[in-house]
């Protein structure tokens, strides 16, 4: 499946259990040349108390809390509304037509919540890397910093991404995204996540962003966030949860031997 390009092996384990998922495994599957191929690998599988939960492996092997992208794809396959669970907490999803509605919870600003590596200011981090300055950190399910740029199309992400992914001050590492104004209530946006690079599309990174935005005044809650492989409508109030919209499509369905990717 696939949300703007950002695409994804979804493995069905809600019915019947599946082996145990390394991240050995996750990265053998997530092979583009040796493997099926994929930015994430995403397994399904029983909860006891949502209806079912859903784990997010980057294609470098590291389990991830969210993802919200890979929610629509799940909300589309699953077909009516559900809430279920994440390892960053629990998120409802209502399919739409050619996509879904995701309710992604409430962002968190605080610096041992994002984390940062020790107490600072998240809305204006006093920190930068070459022409990056000044960024907001965000957690919405996942961490987040977020640039705002004159031309987030001119900004070397392939170089400053994964610097600033691995600097020290983040000690779970971070998701980098750059982002300018494009019009009224119209972001543009690039992704550099973690654990799998430059990105088409990024669901939490768009959260991040437009929430970001609306916290600096730049734009007004309903927020068109433009990535590279299409558009996401991220809606935020302060004090309320993040409400994302945007389509999802299945690509194909297939079955492997685990024993191939163990």
Partial sequence: MHGLGNDFVVIDGRKTPLPPMTPAVARAI????????????IVLERDEVQAFRM?????????????????????????QPVTIATSGGPIALEPEDG??????????????????????????????????????????????VIFFVADAEAVP?????????????????????????????????????RGAGLTQACGTG??????????RGLVQSPVRVTLPGGDLV?????????????PAAESFRGTFDWDDYS
């Fill in 30 to 41: 997530a092979d583009r040349r040796t493997g099926i191929g994929c930015d994430q690998v």
């Fill in 55 to 79: 784990r997010i492996f980057n294609s470098d092997g590291g389990e991830v809390e969210a993802c919200g992208n890979a929610s629509r794809a799940v909300a589309l396959l699953h077909g």
């Fill in 99 to 144: 996509g879904a509605r995701v309710d992604m919870g409430a962002p968190r600003f605080d610096w041992d919540a994002i984390p940062l590596a020790y107490p600072m200011d998240t809305a204006t981090m006093p920190v930068g890397w070459e022409t990056l300055e000044g960024p907001m950190a965000i957690n919405v399910g996942n961490p987040h």
């Fill in 157 to 193: 992400l392939e170089e400053l991404g994964p610097v600033i992914e691995h600097d020290p001050i983040f000690p779970e590492r971070i998701n980098v995204n750059v982002a300018h104004l494009a019009g009224p209530d119209h972001l543009k946006l690039r992704v550099w996540e």
């Fill in 206 to 215: 768009a959260c991040a962003t437009a929430v970001a935005a609306i916290r």
């Fill in 234 to 246: 991220i809606a935020w109030e302060p004090g309320g949860s993040i409400l994302m919209s945007g």
